[in-house]
Every structure is written in C-alpha cells, then in structure tokens.
C-alpha cells in the first residue's frame, strides 16, 4: 500500500514557541491530506482538510491562525503550531488520499510542550 | 453534520468470534470506513463500504445496511494480538471527502 510519513515522529517544545510537522506522500501524488488530533484515550478529531494550492479547510473550533497548514506540492503538507501551549500537547496524525477512498495516515508526531 | 455511535469496550476470548456495531447519522453519505489503531500508533485501513452488504476479507469482514445507519466489523478466530482500538469513519459526500471518526471500540482479546 501506498506509503505516508511523518517528521518529527515526537517533539518537546517550551510554551510559546512555534514547531512544524511534515506530511509526505511517499509514492503517490495526494491532492488532499487531513490534519488529525488525537488526545489520550479519544478517537481521531479532523482539524482541516489540506489541498494543494489552495487554503486548508478548517474544522469548527480550529483557530486557523494557530495552527498554520501550508500544502505546498502534491506530496507535501505542513502543519505548524504556532504559539503552542501545553494544551496543545497531543498526538497529531496526517492522512493522504489517494485514489477514490483510500486514505493513508502517517505515522503520526507526538508533541509535547513544556 | 455526522454523528457516529460505537460501543465504548468490548470483551472477547481468543478463538471467538466479535462483532463492533457502529451507527451514524449524516447529511451526506459516501463511504464507511474500518480502521485498527494499536496504543500510540497511527489507525491504519481494515475495511471500506459504500454499498449495502458484507465485504469479506480474511478473518474482517464489515457489513453495511445505508437504509439503517448502521454498520458492523466482524472480526473471527480471534488472536490477543487483534487487542486494539477499532475506529469507524464516515466520508462525507462534500467535494472534500471529508473523514469523520467515531470514538473507537477498545476490544481486549482473553486466552
């Protein structure tokens, strides 16, 4: 199957400062890719659909100025947590789209701010 | 909007037989999906359902009736490695397709 990867895999960050996470489709082309938070012990929360050469699409909720999403080529998405907070300590997943269903996840960042 | 129900943990003896109901409400839909997440690891793809009936693949098999809402993930000859987190996803019919996850089933596998 097709392959998504993530970078970093985990971070520390300290409380007000910016950190970026990468999201490439390896060996397929993705259009759209999805921004996921999980917090211990909860399901996947959508936090906007990513598209390449367009804005991202935000979810109800998600402040689109803290949580900048770039999607700059077909094999890239970027999301960066500007200003993070330790309540902005989670694990945070990325999916590709490939095809007509087939939605890919990276491995995922855990961050942690301190 | 969606809304996706599923049970909240389920027990099961290895060997066995388990089936994880899932139901959902939605404005649009377009496809349901079945996905497996071991604890801290990312959800990766068990099954998907766009038309009504049993999709079979290996020891999963998911079910699909659109008229009810509802949905199943059947999953038999159980193993303790099956223990994990099963979400249910529903796509959107939007332009963007977007992916809206239940709360997950946390299935525990007993010898």
């Known amino acids: 199957g097709a392959v998504v990867s993530q970078h970093p895999s985990w971070v520390i960050c300290k409380s007000g400062t910016s950190v970026k996470i990468e999201c490439r489709s390896l060996?397929?082309?993705?259009?759209?890719m999805f921004w996921y938070r999980q917090f211990p012990k909860q399901s996947l929360m959508l936090m906007a659909t990513?598209?390449?050469?367009?804005?991202?699409?935000?979810e109800q909720g998600v402040e689109k100025d803290k949580f900048l999403i770039n999607h700059a080529s077909l094999t890239l998405s970027t999301l960066t947590v500007t200003s993070a907070h330790p309540e902005d300590s989670s694990f945070y997943i990325c999916?590709?789209?490939?095809?007509?269903?087939?939605?890919?996840f990276g491995p995922g960042t855990r961050l942690t701010v301190t | 909007g969606q809304n996706i129900d599923q049970p909240t943990e389920m027990t099961a003896t290895e060997g066995a037989i388990v089936q994880i109901n899932c139901t959902y409400q939605?404005?649009?839909?377009?496809?349901l999906f079945w996905y497996q997440q071991h604890a801290g690891e990312a959800p990766t793809f068990l099954s998907y359902?766009?038309?009504?009936g049993l999709e079979e693949k290996g020891r999963f098999s998911s079910f699909l009736s659109r008229s009810k809402g509802y949905s199943y993930l059947l999953l038999k000859e159980l193993q303790m490695k099956d223990s994990a987190s099963y979400l249910c996803?529903?796509?959107?019919?939007?332009?963007?397709?977007?992916?809206?996850f239940g709360t997950g089933t946390k299935l525990q596998v007993i010898p």
């Open positions: 060996d397929f082309q993705a259009t759209t």
């Open positions: 939605t404005s649009g839909f377009n496809g």
């Open positions: 999916s590709a789209l490939e095809r007509a269903y087939e939605q890919y």
């Open positions: 359902n766009v038309l009504d």
């Open positions: 990513s598209n390449e050469g367009s804005k991202a699409t935000y």
């Open positions: 996803a529903v796509r959107d019919r939007g332009g963007y397709q977007k992916v809206t």
